[in-house]
DNA sequence: AGTTTGTCACCTAGGTGGCAAAGT
DNA sequence: ACTTTGCCACCTAGGTGACAAACT
């Protein structure tokens, strides 16, 4: 039980930790286990479910009253459904890559005093190989997945902190990077290009007890947020995904051609969205 | 002896941290304490005795076995004493300034799994306040010292940390910065302009005792370098201090005329220093 | 007169998608 | 045919000293 899953090392803007022994996870990514009903490829926006306003934690057995009041809330969630709907696309690099959105969280219901460690993994959504058909504007699968990477988990680099300061403001991912490099040794997240993923968060109590690898199982939490979920490409596929990239992220700038998309505008009417597509 | 004299709150990367109970300190700043026999204003660079290689420790009672082993080695050393020859002055703004060169260090003999703080202070060199006399490119004494500002102390970012990460690659505080807004809120140094410093860095064991407190004095062990001494200025006062800035702080390249000061030379000729001048 | 402040041009450092070329 | 790579211009973000103006 204690994480035999995630090997390999582990991944933080610290550099690269030797597995820690007091950090325990969830089993990662390795098998396939879709999480969430899933709607893929994307549907129209109206008739899909729409996805819930705070994380539900994977539920599963007792929990540490450390960890059992978590709650945590996704931020910038109205951009990361504007994405969703579109079918957002995470482009992996050899240098490794940042997500945009950046994942983001404000957490609430932790102990003041007790120690945690913030992680993310990333878990395959289906067991399937994915390709974009321009002329249809639309994915379809291309064949069963490729063999899987080697799992990694990235650490939060402030972990391991206080209750009090992970709570004191939003806590950001941004240090995390995608690579399809799967000799890469700079401990980024190794993704299948063309496939589809699922990150998770997972918050993990650091019991001080000698015997804490008994209680591995009790002291974490994790959490899915199904409106986070991608395609990993090495270059955009959809035009529409590229154009929001674009108008809402800083560093894209110097791509908007004037003012008028200067910034992001989360309500603006989707419309002409591509339809559903026969999956083979 | 539990840290009373760094009163105030403490500076770090993270943000403020509370006054942590687990840590303790060497008396801070409040007082006068000439640490050095600092040799000020600096004289012929031939006549100054010579920084030891390694810094000393600030020799004290009894220490605990996690941090009397420790050593700490300066870098970027022939940097330090290139402009501590000079004179060393260091920007002082309101909105904070990093200290160049960059205090930084490479630790020696740290029990591996222990988890330590590496945090740093500034305590003032002597009593008085110091300007420049241009005509003779001389530090003079302009009189007693001002009120001493709050006396703060900066964690280092990843405090703390197990002894191996600290061991695995120099340190450095670069998110240190210095500030003569004595109403300052973003935990930064607060220094007197005009007066003159000696950096101080400070290693502590983080005791997992419930009465930790009781050994307080035992873990932590602190390190001076007296080439990393400097006055506090809002404006550079020694032409020559400016010039050697321009010529190896990679951020001042914009300044510099030519390639052929494109970097830094230790061993340049130090011809015509400013001499040793009368102190009122 | 001496010291401090604010603004500026000019850097470093690194995150964007575009695009042509190379792989496969 | 499809996917990946490498390089680029163009951004964000922030660290420099110069310098004129303001302060005291």
Redesign the interface.
């Known amino acids: 039980e204690l994480l035999p899953s995630p090997p390999g090392f582990l991944s933080t803007g ?2 690269v ?2 597995p820690p022994e007091t950090y325990t996870l969830p089993a990662a990514s390795s098998s396939w286990e879709p999480r969430l009903g899933s709607s893929f490829p994307p549907g129209p926006a109206a008739g899909s479910p729409r996805p819930q306003a705070v994380a539900e934690p994977t539920g599963q057995g007792p929990k540490n009253p450390c960890v059992s009041g978590v709650t945590v809330q996704l931020e910038m969630k109205a951009l990361w459904e504007e994405f969703n709907q579109l079918g957002t696309e995470m482009i992996v690099t050899k240098a490794g890559r940042r997500m945009f959105p950046n994942f983001q969280v404000k957490i609430l219901g932790m102990d003041t005093l007790a120690d945690y460690a913030l992680l993310m993994d990333f878990v395959p959504l289906d067991n399937k190989r994915y390709r974009y058909a321009f002329h249809s504007s639309a994915w379809l699968v291309a064949g069963k997945a490729d063999p899987a990477p080697p799992g990694r988990v990235h650490f939060h680099p ?1 972990s391991p ?1 206080k209750g009090a ?1 992970w709570m ?2 939003i806590v950001s991912f941004d240090k995390l990077k995608l690579t399809n490099n799967l000799l890469d040794d700079n401990g980024h997240i190794i993704l299948n290009s063309m496939h589809r993923y699922q990150p998770r968060f997972h918050v993990v109590f650091v019991d001080p007890r000698k015997d804490s690898e008994r209680y591995a199982q009790e002291n974490f939490k994790s959490f899915v947020f199904a409106e986070t979920q991608f395609t990993a490409v090495t270059a955009y596929q959809n035009h529409r995904i590229t154009q929001l990239k674009i108008a809402s992220n800083p560093f894209a700038k110097g791509f908007r051609e004037s003012d008028l998309d200067a910034w992001y505008c989360p309500l603006l009417p989707a419309q002409g969205r591509p339809q559903a597509s026969a999956r083979t």
Request: glycine letters at 12%; hydrophobic letters at 35%.
């Open positions: 610290r550099g930790l030797a402030d902190a300061q004191r403001q």
